[in-house]
């Protein structure tokens, strides 16, 4: 749960360390607006992803299910600017699917915590294993790091890309290259 009176705080005394006026007229309802933005951008760490998987359904004979160009903002834990891209979800079914549009709240739920690109990848295709059960799941994930950008390194454009293989996938490469290939 967002603390927003610490949230405030923190905040005010940011401002005031980098030698900024809390009280000039364009700062002055900062604090409030950033303890607000907290609670959509981290609204994730209060949420629980077997929600999103446990509500399946019968389906006989899929071979992959793919959700492609799922949308998604996080915040780097190191550094606390953001990373965004893409990430693309793929799952054996074992006889039950779920609804696609759970696939993508299940990443944006992991993606709305404070972490990092390969973290986040293996937590969306761990969870496919446990609450989905299939045979085997893989995530792929696409993104464009601030603290690559903005700072540091300064490298606009720069993509990190990360896969994770679970059941199935970790031992058949050529299921690896069909689920590329359809991401292409």
């Known amino acids: ?21 809390v009280n000039r007229e364009g700062l002055i309802g900062t604090p409030d607006r950033i303890a607000r933005m ?13 929600v999103h998987l ?12 793919l959700e492609k160009d799922i949308a998604l903002y996080s915040m780097c834990e ?10 693309h979800v793929a799952y054996v079914p074992d006889g039950r699917v779920v609804g696609l549009s759970k696939l993508a709240r299940t990443v944006e739920a992991f993606a709305r915590r404070p972490q ?3 973290q986040l ?10 609450y989905l059960k299939p045979k085997g799941s893989m995530v792929v994930i696409e993104a464009e ?5 903005m700072r540091g390194i300064k490298k606009p454009g720069a993509r990190t890309m990360t896969y994770v293989c679970r059941g ?13 290939a359809m991401i292409r």
Do not use: W
């Not at 907290?38 to 077997?50: L, S």
């Not at 606390?80 to 893409?86: N, Q, S």
């Not at 990848?121 to 446990?130: C, E, G, P, R």
């Open 1 to 21: 749960m967002i603390d927003k009176a610490k949230v405030e705080a923190a905040v005010r005394l940011l401002l005031e360390g980098i030698g900024e006026d």
């Open 38 to 50: 907290c609670e959509e951008i981290y609204g994730g760490t209060d949420e629980e992803v077997a």
């Open 54 to 65: 446990s509500k399946t359904f019968p389906a006989a004979g899929n071979e992959i299910v």
């Open 78 to 87: 190191h550094h606390l600017l953001p990373f965004y891209g893409k990430a």
């Open 116 to 118: 990092i690109q390969e």
């Open 121 to 130: 990848t293996a937590q969306v295709a761990d969870a496919l294993m446990t």
């Open 145 to 149: 790091h601030m603290c690559m950008t």
């Open 168 to 180: 199935v996938f970790e031992d058949n490469p050529a299921l690896c290259d069909r689920v590329f």
